[in-house]
């Protein structure tokens, strides 16, 4: 929908250049790279002439394809989320919705795989984990064993994640958000 993104773009184009600060934008399914040279020339396009106006392009991997891709993208992008609830739903072609399915995928064969190349991509960008399975205190020890450090927890999963993160080493400490 290239009038809707423009619309969206338009108003943080418009933010940042009234607030004076950097916006965050996230690219969500993000897995071509035609896709992100396209965004980055609309914005290019709507902030042409305009002052103030500096942005963080970051783009959100939901499927093998953008993780295996997402190498591509370092150089035009400045970070990375990881969708897990579409990741892991990919994975084992079922539904979201279906917690037993997605937790069985995230302690899959096929899952460390994809952990492995999101490792290197963490490397050389920030890379946060995000969907409802970052707020499962044991995917969280789970991740970390990974070397993932980054989450983004539902709201209301705050407190348990909390509680998981003091009671492990300082050594395996995680930050979340």
């Not at 919705?97 to 991509?121: C, M, P, Q, Y």
């Amino acid at each position: 929908e290239r009038k809707m993104l423009e619309s969206q773009l338009t108003a943080l184009i418009r933010a940042a250049q009234e607030t004076n600060r950097t916006v965050n934008v996230l690219i969500p399914y993000l897995s071509e790279h035609r896709e992100l040279v396209a965004v980055r020339q609309i914005i290019s396009t709507l902030s042409a002439g305009k002052k103030g106006i500096r942005f963080r392009l970051g783009g959100m991997l939901e499927n093998a394809a953008a993780v295996f891709n997402a190498r591509r993208f370092t150089g035009l992008l400045d970070f990375f989320y990881v969708g897990t609830s579409d990741l892991l739903s990919a994975l084992v072609q079922q539904r979201r919705e279906n917690t037993e399915a997605i937790h069985r995928a995230l302690v899959s064969d096929a899952f460390a795989a994809v952990a492995g190349e999101l490792k290197k991509l963490a490397r050389t960008k920030p890379l946060s984990i995000c969907g409802e399975i970052a707020g499962e205190p044991w995917a969280i020890a789970y991740l970390a064993s990974f070397g993932f450090k980054d989450y983004v927890l539902p709201t209301h999963r705050i407190p348990i994640a909390q509680n998981m993160l003091q009671a492990m080493s300082r050594n395996d400490a995680v930050q979340y958000a």
